[in-house]
């Protein structure tokens, strides 16, 4: 069935660098693709998303790239700011319904 | 406009009961989805809902189920409960049919003992 792998699974940067969190989905029928943010104790929160006809997609400090050849998607965070630590998930969907999650990045943003 | 709400929020049971979960969607969304949350596994898919029919199913066992009421509120079961249970069970709504963004409810802390 889908998998989907995220990589790494702890980052650690220094506050102004940037992030980038890359996932792999295996089903090439896949076409949507969105990142979720969670903070300790609370819900996901949709940070960005992106669909199987777009490469790439920006807001703000947050980009989103979609490589469909290689079935790789990646979530790139600029000039990266203490209130950006979290954990952040990425989450593949064939339009069936069904997301399917990584096991999520905990990324920590050293002041 | 509401969020996603759910009840309740902590739970605790044991061994070999059930437990029922509700899910409330934002007002006009009709799509509500389940996941489990545990730290190793991250959120895994449980089953999905529209106008009242399961369209989609992950891969967990037959004492998971669920069901979705006409005005779109959702409640999920877990009967004969074990202590792989305990986890952080969300629920979330859209709005479309199709794959769309999905707002999380706050969750339900459920802990078997």
């Known amino acids: 069935g889908e998998n989907v792998e995220q990589h790494p699974s702890t980052l650690s940067v220094q506050e102004g660098d940037s992030a980038v969190i890359k996932c792999t989905y295996s089903?090439?029928?896949?076409?949507?693709f969105p990142w979720y943010k969670q903070e300790l104790g609370k819900r996901p929160q949709l940070i960005i998303d992106?669909?199987?006809?777009?490469g790439e997609k920006k807001d703000q400090r947050i980009a989103v790239t979609l490589n469909k050849t290689a079935k790789h998607f990646s979530l790139h965070i600029t000039e990266t700011q203490p209130e950006d630590s979290a954990v952040y998930f990425c989450?593949?969907?064939?339009?069936?319904?069904?997301?399917?999650f990584g096991t999520g990045t905990r990324l920590k943003v050293l002041a | 406009k509401a969020g996603v709400t759910q009840t309740p929020r902590y739970l605790i049971k044991t061994r070999g009961q059930q437990v029922t979960l509700s899910c409330s969607p934002i007002?006009?969304?009709?799509?509500v989805s389940w996941y489990q949350q545990t730290p190793g596994q991250g959120l895994q898919f449980l089953f999905e809902?529209?106008?009242?029919?399961?369209?989609n199913k992950g891969n967990f066992p037959g004492r998971f189920s669920g069901r979705q009421f006409s005005n779109s509120r959702s409640e999920m079961n877990v009967s004969t409960l074990e202590l792989g249970d305990s986890a952080l069970y969300l629920c979330?709504?859209?709005?479309?049919?199709?794959?769309?963004?999905?707002?999380f409810g706050p969750g339900t802390r459920l802990t078997v003992t």
């Open positions: 992106i669909r199987s006809n777009v």
């Open positions: 989450a593949a969907s064939e339009g069936t319904y069904k997301y399917i």
């Open positions: 979330a709504s859209s709005l479309l049919r199709e794959s769309d963004e999905q707002y």
């Open positions: 007002s006009g969304h009709r799509s």
């Open positions: 809902y529209f106008s009242e029919t399961q369209r």
């Open positions: 089903d090439s029928a896949s076409n949507y």
